[in-house]
């Protein structure tokens, strides 16, 4: 099981960057594929990216594509969002969490407190 611990959002403006950082504690972090996710007010948590085991494989969503980057440290047991060319669309809570390793954009564990990205114009 991963519990993660989400940072690094903030108040930014639009064609900003943000880089969003997720500890997850767990000695088998390595063997979960891991995602970010995000909640804008009013609406449906939704898939951002994910990225395999060893951090080769990655996917995003269409709204992000190109704009953000997501890796992983499995020594450091953390997960990272490198995002830039921020939009206020973007504005979301942010979190991350496992995701089932054949279907990379469903979330399946545990739930952090998220951070908070702010984008304005």
């Known amino acids: 099981q991963v519990q993660p611990v989400e940072s690094g959002g903030g108040l930014v403006q639009a064609g900003g960057s943000l880089r969003l950082s997720c500890a997850a504690s767990?000695?088998?972090?390595?063997?979960?594929?891991m995602g970010w996710f995000r909640q804008a007010p009013g609406k449906e948590r939704e898939f951002v990216a994910a990225i395999s085991r060893s951090g080769v494989g990655t996917t995003y969503a269409d709204s992000v594509k190109g704009r953000f980057t997501i890796s992983r440290d499995n020594a450091g047991n953390t997960v990272y969002l490198q995002m830039t060319n921020l939009k206020p669309d973007d504005t979301a809570v942010y979190y991350c969490t496992t995701v089932i390793s054949d279907n990379w954009a469903k979330a399946f564990g545990s739930w952090g407190q998220g951070t908070q990205v702010t984008v304005f114009s």
């Open positions: 767990g000695r088998t972090f390595g063997n979960f594929v």
